[in-house]
Nanobody
Framework: QVQLVETGGGLVQAGGSLRLSCAASGLTFSTYTMGWFRQAPGKEREFVSAISRWGANTHYVDSVKGRFTISRDNGKNTVYLQMNTLKPEDTAVYYC?????????????????WGQGTQVTVSS
C-alpha cells in the first residue's frame, strides 16, 4: 500500500529554518508530482508548493516564494521542503501528497495520496 511519511517538523523561532522530508513507498515515485500543503488551526488547507516528476518544474504559493524551496530525490523516493526565514504565520501542520497531474497540483482534490502531516510551529 502507498505510504507517505513526513518528518522534520518542530518548534523554531521566527527567522529560523527547518527542512521537511516526505518518504514515499508503495508507488512508482518518479511518475508522481509531489506537493506540500499546510493547515493552520481554524483555517482551510492551503497549497504551499509542488514539484513535477523529475523536478524540472516547481511552483509556490506567493507567501512562501523566496523563502521555501521544494526538491526531490527520485533515487530515495523522497521530497523535501526547505523552509527559511520562517514566520509565525507559517505555523501549521504540513502535509505531503502525490498526484499524477502537475497542471492541477495547486488543487488538493487532484491528489491521490496523503501523508499524516508534521507540525511546524514558529514562535515570535
Amino acid at each position: 500500500q502507498v505510504q507517505l511519511v513526513e518528518t522534520g517538523g518542530g518548534l523554531v523561532q521566527a527567522g529560523g529554518s527547518l527542512r521537511l522530508s516526505c518518504a514515499a513507498s508503495g508507488l512508482t515515485f518518479s511518475t508522481y508530482t509531489m506537493g506540500w500543503f499546510r493547515q493552520a488551526p481554524g483555517k482551510e488547507r492551503e497549497f504551499v508548493s509542488a514539484i513535477s516528476r523529475w523536478g524540472a518544474n516547481t511552483h509556490y504559493v506567493d507567501s512562501v516564494k523566496g523563502r521555501f524551496t521544494i526538491s526531490r530525490d527520485n533515487g530515495k523516493n523522497t521530497v523535501y521542503l526547505q523552509m527559511n526565514t520562517l514566520k509565525p504565520e507559517d505555523t501549521a501542520v504540513y502535509y505531503c501528497a502525490a498526484t499524477t497531474r502537475f497542471v492541477d497540483s495547486i488543487d488538493d482534490r487532484s491528489y491521490d495520496y496523503w501523508g499524516q502531516g508534521t507540525q511546524v510551529t514558529v514562535s515570535s
